[in-house]
């Protein structure tokens, strides 16, 4: 049989068309889905390692946080702890012109891996000294936290006030002490990654 120059042409188009389709199924379009899982891929790594490099900062100026903590005043030692807060309180208070009249121990609690110290400060003074007061605690090398607060006045349209504090220091339980080892290690990792 013999194909007029017509049926030529069209069986030549059918071919080319036969060919481009199975080319396009078979190899084109996974490649091209390829590309665009790849893509997919490299931004979710991107993302990934961005989140990644977040925390590791992060984690750096925690390491760094805990240990000026650890080295400045967080103690396992919990009567050490309790005095070291209330010689501090009562050494802010001195310094900022706050008269102590009362300083005395609450109860202890725990909160995960610490023992929460509280303590009650009683005092006279002038809303500026209460300020620089305050200053100190909030400044504080030492954990220490203010939970209460009540400023009254000892004499009505006067700057002579009583304030009486609630206050709170921390110390690690003695189990969760962190080894000497886990501790220079720590450092050591976080060097490494600067």
Same mark, same amino acid.
């Given at each position: 049989?013999?194909?007029?120059?017509?049926?030529?042409?069209?069986?030549?188009?059918?071919?080319?068309?036969?060919?481009?389709?199975?080319?396009?199924?078979?190899?084109?379009?996974?490649?091209?889905?390829?590309?665009?899982?790849?893509?997919?891929?490299?931004?979710?790594?991107?993302?990934?390692?961005?989140?990644?490099?977040?925390?590791?900062?992060?984690?750096?100026?925690?390491?760094?946080?805990?240990?000026?903590?650890?080295?400045?005043? @967080?103690?396992?030692?919990?009567? #050490?702890?309790?005095?070291?807060?209330?010689?501090? /309180?009562?050494? !802010? %208070?001195? *310094?900022?012109?706050?008269?102590?009249?009362?300083?005395?121990?609450?109860?202890?609690?725990?909160?995960?891996?610490?023992?929460?110290?509280?303590?009650?400060?009683?005092?006279?003074?002038?809303?500026?000294?209460?300020?620089?007061?305050?200053?100190?605690?909030?400044?504080?090398?030492?954990?220490?936290?203010?939970?209460?607060?009540?400023?009254?006045?000892?004499?009505?349209?006067?700057?002579?006030?009583?304030?009486?504090?609630? @206050?709170?220091?921390?110390?690690? #339980?003695?189990?969760?002490?962190?080894?000497?080892? /886990?501790?220079? !290690? %720590?450092? *050591?990792?976080?060097?490494?990654?600067?």
């Amino acid at each position: 049989m013999t194909l007029n120059k017509r049926e030529t042409n069209i069986a030549i188009g059918l071919g080319v068309t036969v060919v481009l389709v199975v080319l396009w199924s078979v190899v084109l379009s996974p490649y091209f889905d390829a590309i665009g899982d790849i893509k997919k891929q490299i931004t979710a790594a991107q993302s990934e390692q961005e989140d990644n490099k977040s925390v590791l900062s992060h984690s750096h100026r925690l390491i760094k946080v805990w240990n000026e903590i650890t080295n400045d005043g @967080l103690t396992g030692d919990q009567s #050490k702890a309790e005095t070291q807060a209330l010689n501090n /309180a009562s050494d !802010w %208070a001195y *310094a900022a012109g706050v008269n102590i009249t009362a300083l005395k121990s609450e109860r202890t609690s725990e909160a995960g891996p610490f023992l929460i110290i509280s303590f009650h400060v009683t005092g006279n003074a002038s809303m500026s000294a209460i300020k620089r007061m305050l200053i100190s605690f909030e400044t504080a090398k030492i954990p220490v936290r203010v939970n209460d607060m009540q400023i009254t006045p000892r004499k009505e349209g006067t700057d002579d006030l009583t304030i009486q504090l609630s @206050l709170s220091t921390l110390c690690l #339980k003695p189990d969760q002490i962190p080894s000497k080892t /886990a501790v220079t !290690w %720590a450092n *050591a990792e976080a060097k490494s990654w600067n």
